[in-house]
Nanobody
Framework: QVQLVESGGGLVQAGDSLRLSCAAS????????MGWFRQAPGKEREFVAS????????DYAASVKGRLTITRDNAKNTIYLQMNDLKPEDTAVYYC??????????????????WGQGTQVTVSS
């Protein structure tokens, strides 16, 4: 069992930066691929970024590549999403997720077995 708790969301202006954190409990964290997804009002939850169990391999949605960076600290059982140059279209609830069945970065929602409760990010223009 893995429990995930996100933090770091908030209200910012376009061009600002935020760093989201996701603290995980459970012994499988170090062997699980991890990811970030987001869901805007009226839209489906979409893939944002993922990293392998070691953090050495990362994958990003085209819309965030170059602006958002996923990292992980296995000693702290925590993953991060550094968000730079935020845009109004980045406004959404951001969820972290764990995929303990996989070591490599994953894009598919169905590959993830555990989800956090989400943290709201609002970017004003």
């Amino acid at each position: 069992q893995v429990q995930l708790v996100e933090s770091g969301g908030g209200l910012v202006q376009a061009g600002d930066s935020l760093r989201l954190s996701c603290a995980a409990s459970g012994r499988t964290f170090g062997t699980a691929a991890m990811g970030w997804f987001r869901q805007a009002p009226g839209k489906e939850r979409e893939f944002v970024a993922s990293c392998s169990n070691s953090g050495s391999i990362t994958d990003y949605a085209a819309s965030v590549k170059g602006r958002l960076t996923i990292t992980r600290d296995n000693a702290k059982n925590t993953i991060y999403l550094q968000m730079n140059d935020l845009k109004p279209e980045d406004t959404a609830v951001y969820y972290c997720a764990a995929a303990p069945r996989y070591l490599g970065a994953r894009r598919r929602r169905d590959d993830y077995d555990y989800w956090g409760q989400g943290t709201q990010v609002t970017v004003s223009s």
